[in-house]
């Protein structure tokens, strides 16, 4: 044998050794590292599942020279807090892993650098999925295949296999879905995106007939482990179009481009989140309702105080889960889960809507809002009321609804679903919008501004503006939290009970809404009123009952007065009519005052027999009024008062 012969003989065969040994050492290291995955992966899993607990077990491992053959199995772990319905047995994942440097099957992908591993899994066919794998014609339901690296990062793609079943004159068809990822397990990094082309549900035949067509569904994610422990990054889901048809209802409904996304990131103290939701264009029935979009944000929320607030919430849940009664769960942890509650505000995080809009050919309405927060000190020595004024550094909201937009879309539908024709749909419209910007100006949630109805609410140091009125921040919240029963929370434990008074029975709240609410219209409330408005009233008598003559104060009229009207026999005044009369050198037309008339309806307008301006409301308490409700309608009349001044004295209309 000749010396080069030798020696290339020997390179061969000593790289050929080499290559075995390497992959020899390669399925040990595997081997030996299975299990101690396996446990991370069980950890895992019950953290992120806590409300029914998952598990695998490794039932099988045959490690050969160049792969192992191992079989999975994945389960429910039960207990006697399991929700009902959670199926039992075990759903089985056959794995074929060839051992690197240089596994073959990641070599015909062109991974030519040494790997780990390429790994090769799918579902087994087994008697708790037979009926699955009927669905997809013997094809595994579940595969994927992943390239490892010897650093721990993965590239995989995952199948789930296509189903087209008919059943009883209904169908099902679904393309089935490709994901394709990575994992790096130094930074706890996953990449994904999935794909889904169609899914197709046709339950014509079904008692309930119904046909849905979905298109375009992807999905991705792009996400690492944090500073504070939690995964920070973006995840958002997409849907090109859903067509859904009830064939019995006569309905039709489809969407284009719909949205939804994720985004977490943070800084050296804090994370922030914004959730986007969208949606492309909307038909139902052949009316195209617009398209809208909503933004919603948290700023500042301290870091650290979000990780111990999950981590304290999932151990109790697990605690729950595995059989731990209610008393068993320590009154500590549900102090600690308030106390981390509590801290979330000491970035001073803030909320926000930016915004909430929907859009159509005709106009935009949209919500916008924001929220700035602070951390109330002392909270335990605090009202309810005290910390929800505390805790609030600065509200700002406005809502913008557009007239035309609005009209618009009820000509639409009037015209297509109820089969109304053009000109009587219009006007319908009409009507509907002159009593809608009537109702808004009446309760003072929004002015009429041309083209819109706009509304504005600002906030901050404990006073709040709704649209130019004031509200202190104790008759604001007192209202919200009153609401919500939050303001009575502070004798909950009895020792606020009236002498003599049983605890279960219900007479005090009776008797407190009682107080509130009014049968008829008593002279001295309404005059404290009015006193408390700073009208400084000056009460006379009316044929019909007692009249209160008012300082004209902003209005701009020249006499202002509130009259209660009464009945002669029950000396009971159910009805109270407010009226400011205009003088001024030039009459106010009749033109402009049937333009009023038809643009707010909760007020009348005339001229009077001297020719002045006249503006009245009726209010009637038959059935009974709030004294907060009537406080606002005295506020929305007043309101109104000065708009009208303004309309009285505008240039006559050509």
């Not at 020696?7 to 399925?27: K, M």
């Not at 009209?407 to 919008?433: C, H, I, N, P, S």
């Amino acid at each position: 044998m000749k010396k080069s012969v030798a020696i290339t003989l020997g390179v061969v065969i000593v790289g050929a050794g080499s290559w075995v040994g390497a992959t020899w050492y390669t399925g040990k290291r595997i081997e030996e590292s299975a299990q101690r995955h396996l446990a991370e992966a069980n950890e895992k899993l019950a953290k992120i599942t806590p409300l029914f607990g998952l598990r695998i077990d490794q039932l099988k491992y045959e490690r050969s020279l160049f792969s192992t053959q191992a079989r999975y199995g994945l389960s429910f772990v039960k207990s006697d807090n399991t929700p009902d319905g959670m199926p039992a047995g075990m759903v089985e994942f056959d794995a074929s892993i060839e051992h690197g440097p240089f596994p073959k099957s990641a070599l015909a992908r062109g991974a030519i650098a040494p790997k780990l591993a390429f790994v090769h899994t799918e579902i087994a066919k087994t008697d708790n999925v037979k009926e699955l794998f009927e669905l997809t014609k013997d094809v595994a339901p579940l595969s994927g295949d992943a390239v490892v690296s010897y650093s721990g990062f993965a590239t995989s793609t995952t199948r789930i296999a296509p189903v087209k079943v008919a059943h009883e004159g209904n169908a099902v068809d679904f393309s089935g879905m490709t994901v394709n990822g990575t994992f790096d397990r130094g930074l706890q990094a996953v990449t994904a995106h999935a794909l889904m082309e169609t899914l197709s549900v046709d339950g014509a035949k079904s008692n309930d007939p119904i046909k849905m067509t979905m298109s375009g569904l992807t999905m991705d994610v792009n996400s690492r482990m944090g500073k504070f422990g939690l995964s920070i990054g973006d995840s958002n889901i997409k849907i090109k179009r859903i067509d859904v048809t009830k064939p019995d209802a006569d309905v039709k409904v489809s969407l284009d481009n719909l949205g939804y996304g994720v985004k977490l990131g943070e800084d050296d103290k804090t994370i922030n989140a914004e959730a986007t939701y969208q949606t492309g264009d909307i038909t139902l029935n052949d009316v195209a309702l617009g398209n809208g979009q909503a933004v919603v944000k948290l700023a500042k929320l301290d870091g650290s105080a979000v990780k111990q607030l999950s981590d304290t919430y999932n151990q109790i849940v697990r605690q729950y889960m595995m059989g731990a009664s209610d008393e068993g769960l320590k009154d500590e942890q549900f102090d600690a889960l308030l106390d981390n509650a509590g801290k979330l505000l000491n970035g001073n995080p803030s909320f926000s809507i930016d915004p909430i809009s929907w859009k159509t050919a005709k106009g935009e309405s949209k919500l916008t809002f924001a929220l700035d927060l602070a951390n109330p000190p002392n909270v335990k020595d605090l009202t309810p009321q005290e910390i929800a004024v505390k805790a609030i550094k600065q509200i700002d909201a406005t809502l913008v609804i557009s007239k035309p937009m609005v009209r618009d879309l009820m000509v639409q539908y009037a015209m297509k679903k109820e089969g109304v024709d053009a000109e009587k749909a219009g006007t319908e419209a009409d009507e509907q919008m002159r009593s809608l910007s009537g109702m808004a100006e009446m309760l003072n949630v929004g002015k009429n501004d041309g083209d819109n109805i706009v509304g504005k609410f600002h906030f901050a140091d404990g006073m709040g503006d709704l649209n130019g009125t004031k509200i202190p921040a104790e008759e604001l919240f007192a209202g919200l939290l009153g609401a919500t029963g939050l303001d009575s929370m502070d004798g909950m434990d009895g020792e606020d009970e009236p002498e003599g008074m049983d605890p279960d029975q219900e007479e005090p709240a009776a008797t407190a809404a009682s107080a509130d609410l009014m049968q008829d219209f008593d002279l001295d409330t309404v005059n404290a009123m009015l006193t408390d408005m700073s009208y400084a009233p000056r009460k006379e008598d009316g044929e019909a009952g007692p009249v209160l003559i008012l300082e004209p104060a902003n209005t701009g009229a020249s006499d202002l007065r509130v009259e209660l009207l009464c009945n002669d026999f029950t000396e009971k005044c159910h009805d109270l009519v407010l009226t400011a009369t205009y003088s001024g050198k030039k009459p106010m037309s009749l033109k402009a005052i049937n333009a009023w008339n038809q643009e707010y309806r909760w007020t009348r307008a005339y001229l009077d027999d001297k020719n002045q301006a006249v503006l009245q409301m009726d209010m009637n308490s038959e059935g009974g009024i709030g004294k907060e409700n009537l406080q606002i309608l005295l506020n929305t009349f007043f309101s109104i008062a000065e708009d009208f001044s303004a309309a009285s004295k505008a240039a006559p209309a050509k």
